[in-house]
């Protein structure tokens, strides 16, 4: 790479001209790395110019399956860093892992923007259900403010029904949730692609976090 920078500059030192110059390239390389670069002063440059035209391709918006008046939130799955996409959830020293971003330890959880926690009379702990046109699932509420208000997201990694003892029956697998939809450019399954409602169980399940400063004895109801 450092020689392909260097030959770039033959160019340059050809011209004679510009804040550094040398009879030798080696030393006039050298003057320009103590420069911090070549520049012709008098705007010439050391280059013809191009003209550089950039096409994109068409933009056509997604279709999400369900309907928006009966799920009102777009759901966002995004892949675990402990887990991916779920395939190391049968190690417990990931289990033990807090999540970078929530501190999450040993299940699973649905974030939820402030503004659509206090629309849905939620707190932190609370159980939602999320359904959306193909099944539904039950989580704790962790209140995240990076979201969009209408955005629901839901990490995989987790709800396995094997994989051992680690694994199995903890926390809730929200690729069930998903339409079986591909995206045309790269053929890989879409985890955006559908609509989802959140409704207010009444359960509270405080998510086991690192640090957490929650009550030994958490409320059953809220």
């Not at 110019?49 to 309907?67: E, H, L, M, N, S």
């Not at 999540?99 to 402030?114: H, I, K, L, Y």
């Amino acid at each position: 790479m450092a020689v392909a920078v260097k030959e770039s500059f033959k160019a340059a030192h050809a011209l004679k001209t510009g804040n550094v110059t040398d009879e030798d390239f080696n030393a006039f390389y050298k003057k320009v790395t103590a420069a911090g670069g070549w520049w012709d002063a008098k705007g010439k440059g050391h280059a013809p110019k191009r003209t550089i035209q950039f096409i994109a391709p068409a933009v056509t918006a997604r279709a999400f399956a369900g309907d928006a008046s009966r799920f009102p939130f777009l759901l966002h799955v995004y892949p675990s860093q402990a887990f991916s996409d779920g395939r190391t959830a049968h190690l417990p020293w990931l289990q033990e892992m807090p999540d970078p971003m929530t501190t999450v330890m040993w299940g699973s959880w649905v974030e939820v923007n402030p503004q659509t926690a206090a629309t849905l009379g939620v707190h932190e702990g609370d159980v939602l259900k999320v359904s959306s046109p193909q099944g539904s699932l039950e989580l704790p509420v962790y209140i995240y403010p990076g979201l969009r208000p209408d955005v629901i997201a839901i990490t995989a990694g987790q709800g396995h029904t094997q994989l051992g003892r680690y694994a199995a029956n903890r926390g809730a697998n929200p690729l069930k949730l998903l339409a079986s939809t591909l995206d045309r450019s790269s053929g890989a399954g879409l985890q955006t692609s559908v609509r989802v409602s959140a409704v207010k169980t009444g359960r509270v399940e405080l998510p086991i976090r690192f640090g957490s400063d929650a009550p030994a004895e958490a409320p059953l109801h809220r």
